[in-house]
């Protein structure tokens, strides 16, 4: 070994022994700090409205947003406070939505609730975090999820807690819930089931190496779930070592493996309804499958290098969630839906007439001619 | 450790809701082990713990890709290089939810080493990675040109290039 190598080794090893780890902690980005970004965005949105008369004569309505090109797409209105949105659900008769609130080690997802088309909203829930919500199928039910694994129903006014997840020593979040016809589905660290939005059954036993034994769920988690005619299928995971999709028969309660589109690559977000699927990988692609599953189509071009969050759930119009946007799918090709500041949409829900987005600033709503 | 926003930011992102806490312990137990490579590659403290935020919210976001958990940390210093090499490109593509990391930096020293850490510290990112990854990582040239992205021949002809720029700056 020369002189000079040994040198170099022997400083190379001070200067990487010349730092320590004093903490860390995983955060939502908040590069200037949660108020002072939101109060910039305020001043830049302030700035723009205020420019805009200028800028774009004749271009203008009052609280409006000219959306990017959406054939058929009227402008998009933002509802409720400009912060992250958890979930979101509505029917005719109420909007709910949960915002994040708080930071750090104090943020949490609350729950906000609209009867006037989200031009008032009231606050609901304050002692719980709020993840996943639904509506329905009941004019004005609306059910809530929320990171310590409950299920809350809201019915005539009231909320009642009509499921509890059995004490674990891993965190029994609730991610989704889902009301398609009569019956509703929550998934977490379980698949649920219920008839009548008031008894629950955990029908995941079957799935993999999952027994009724919550111990067997260790790092299992459901991060997503499409709920087709007679069957769900959930998109499974575990944080590290990868995930795959898994079909439930309704009727019978057998649990089969769905072959993915990509072999290991794991599912971020799916929908679908009657027997038709659409998945986002982890990887940037959207694939479509008509059989369950059977097989794959890639319908990721227009979409590429976006990671999808989020799909429309239970409707043959197929909205995308993205880091980069909301993207609607017309004919073969997707397209732009929302403002173009939008940039992370986490949830989207396709109700008649228009699309909610839960985006990173806060719910947008883009009415549909 | 704060450990309470960890299940929000799971269901947020929808990754699968994992144990929160392991999460956390996976990706603190990861900037622990990759904190000296980012020292020996970065130029300060402030650019060493940025590369390791950077490196480790990259991490977090691609988790669910990774095949084998063995190889956890491997792939994290190869993300973490890749990162330093990229860094402008990089930082255009912040993501939304990170890891904060914060450091203690030891007391300046002077000794008769200093003048060959002012000496790396004058290099190119390009020449700084190479001589991190051959002469404190122990990668073989072969190795240091796949990490690198460029022919072998090059990298060795680079390294020749480096050493002696080196060798004349510290005589």
């Not at chain 1, 088309?117 to 996943?132: D, I, T």
């Not at chain 1, 799935?207 to 005619?229: E, H, K, N, T, Y």
Request: contains cysteine; proline residues 5%.
């Amino acid at each position: 070994m020369s002189n000079i190598d040994d040198r170099i080794r022997r400083a190379l090893d001070q200067q990487a022994a010349s730092l320590t780890l004093r903490s860390a902690r995983l955060t939502k980005r908040r590069a200037l700090g949660w108020p002072v970004a939101a109060g910039m965005i305020l001043v830049v949105l302030l700035a723009i409205a205020a420019a805009a008369p200028l800028l774009f004569p004749g271009d203008q309505r009052a609280g409006q947003v000219t959306p990017a090109a959406l054939p058929g797409a009227e402008p998009a209105e933002r509802l409720g406070p400009a912060s992250t949105v958890c979930a979101v659900a509505a029917d005719p008769a109420v909007m709910a939505a949960s915002f994040v609130e708080g930071r750090d080690t104090l943020a949490r997802c609350q729950l906000l609730l609209s009867r006037d088309g989200g031009r008032s909203w009231e606050r609901h829930l304050e002692n719980e975090s709020v993840v996943a919500l639904a509506a329905g199928p009941e004019p004005g039910v609306i059910y809530a999820g929320t990171v310590t694994g409950s299920i809350w129903r809201r019915a005539a006014g009231r909320w009642d807690a009509v499921y509890s997840s059995p004490p674990t020593a891993f965190q029994p979040v609730i991610t989704r819930v889902v009301a398609t016809g009569p019956r509703l589905v929550a998934a977490g660290r379980a698949l649920l089931v219920s008839e009548n939005g008031l008894t629950w059954r955990d029908v995941t036993p079957g799935l993999g190496g999952i027994s009724a034994d919550p111990a067997s769920r260790g790092r299992f988690g459901i991060g997503d779930l499409a709920v087709l005619d007679g069957a769900v299928v959930v998109a499974v995971g575990d944080i590290v070592a990868g995930s795959g999709l898994w079909l439930h028969e309704l009727s019978s309660g057998q649990w089969r493996r769905v072959p993915g589109p990509t072999g290991s690559v794991a599912v971020r977000a799916m929908g679908g309804h009657s027997r038709a699927l659409i998945v986002a990988t982890v990887d940037g692609r959207v694939w479509s499958s008509s059989d369950e599953g059977g097989s794959w189509t890639d319908i990721s071009v227009g979409l590429r290098d976006r990671q999808v969050f989020d799909l429309s759930k239970n409707t043959s119009k197929v909205v995308a969630g993205t880091d980069q946007g909301a993207f609607v799918r017309m004919s073969s090709n997707w397209e732009p839906l929302g403002p173009p500041s939008l940039r992370l949409v986490r949830e989207v829900l396709v109700i008649d007439g228009a699309v909610l987005l839960g985006a990173d600033d806060g719910l947008w709503r883009i009415l549909l001619r | 450790m704060d450990v309470s926003l960890a299940p929000v930011a799971c269901a947020v992102v929808r990754l699968p809701p994992a144990d929160a806490a392991e999460l956390e312990a996976t990706l603190e137990g990861l900037a622990r082990s990759l904190l000296p490579t980012a020292a020996a590659l970065a130029s300060d403290a402030t650019e060493a713990r940025e590369l390791l935020e950077d490196t480790l919210s990259r991490v977090y976001e691609r988790l669910p890709q990774l095949r084998d958990r063995h190889a956890l940390e491997a792939w994290a210093r190869r993300i973490l290089v890749r990162q330093f090499l990229d860094r402008r490109r990089w930082l255009r593509r912040r993501p939304t939810t990170r890891l904060e990391i914060s450091v203690e930096a030891a007391p300046a020293r002077s000794d008769e080493l200093i003048d060959v850490r002012h000496a790396i510290g004058r290099l190119d990112q390009q020449d700084r990675a190479l001589v991190v990854l051959r002469y404190w990582m122990g990668f073989t040239v072969a190795e240091c040109a796949a990490q690198l992205r460029i022919p072998e021949g090059t990298c060795k002809s680079r390294l020749h290039r480096v050493l002696k720029r080196l060798r004349d700056a510290l005589e």
